[in-house]
């Protein structure tokens, strides 16, 4: 497997343009993750989906951020209008579905993709 | 409210020496617990995990890492540290969502790795 797959890896854009990350999941993960990492806040959950569904979006800091999932291998995060406090890296991240119940599978864990740092000026 | 506390933000250790770095959580009686790590200008990768059973849990790199319910702790260890080691290293937790769901990973602040050699 590739693993997960963010693209692009960087993005330099300028304040007031729509900026797209891209997200392609490890085939069979039930959870969708992005997060956002800056030094001076460390890593934030934006948004996570289950299935697809969006489950919870509290993380997303204002109405210039957007995800979507429409479907099980691709997914985006929209921040329009951007602005230079949006700079950050920005990371997707999988995994497989996990009860108290049944033991966790073996493989099981949360994969990162490499990422995209984004640079709004 | 279910979290992962790392209480060193920096830790500098010569190559060759031992390592512990430290993670404690806080609420659930069994938590799920991963270590990853963080090379600069890289994504985070998984060292270990722990879910029930052996409470000594092997990981890639040579790392280790031991739960011990008695002091909410789950420390990771090395026992000869590598200049390629210098990285952040990050606990984590699962979530509970709600039932016997999970969801979310929660993060610790991270902590930094420096090796002198």
């Known amino acids: 497997d590739a693993g997960v797959i963010q693209s692009p890896r960087h993005e330099v854009t300028e304040m007031g343009q729509e900026v797209t990350l891209r997200c392609k999941p490890i085939?069979?993960?039930?959870?969708l993750f992005w997060y956002r990492q800056t030094m001076m806040r460390g890593l934030e959950l934006l948004i996570y989906?289950?299935?697809?569904?969006?489950?919870?979006d509290s993380g997303m800091p204002e109405d210039r951020f957007s995800a979507k999932m429409p479907n099980a291998s691709f997914s985006t995060l929209k921040i329009q209008p951007s602005e230079p406090r949006d700079s950050a890296v920005y990371f997707c991240?999988?995994?497989?579905?996990?009860?108290?119940?049944?033991?966790?599978?073996?493989?099981?864990?949360?994969?990162f993709g490499s990422g995209t740092r984004l640079t709004v000026v | 409210a279910q979290s992962v506390t790392q209480p060193d933000i920096h830790i500098t250790v010569s190559e060759g020496a031992s390592l512990e770095l430290r993670c404690n959580y806080s609420?659930?009686?069994?938590?799920?617990l991963f270590w990853y790590v963080q090379s600069p200008g890289q994504g985070l990768q998984l060292l270990l995990k722990?879910?029930?059973?052996?409470?000594l849990v092997q990981g890639i790199k040579g790392f280790e890492a031991e739960f011990k319910r008695s002091q909410s702790s789950f420390n990771l260890r090395k026992p000869s540290v590598h200049w390629s080691d210098a990285a952040e290293y990050f606990c984590?937790?699962?979530?509970?969502?709600?039932?016997?769901?999970?969801?979310?990973?929660?993060f610790g602040q991270g902590t930094i790795l420096t090796v002198h050699p």
């Open positions: 722990y879910f029930s059973g052996d409470t």
């Open positions: 609420y659930g009686a069994t938590p799920y």
């Open positions: 085939s069979g993960h039930d959870y």
């Open positions: 991240a999988s995994s497989l579905a996990l009860t108290g119940i049944i033991p966790p599978k073996a493989n099981y864990g949360y994969t």
């Open positions: 989906f289950n299935n697809n569904v969006p489950i919870d």
């Open positions: 984590a937790r699962p979530i509970n969502a709600g039932g016997t769901s999970y969801g979310k990973l929660t």
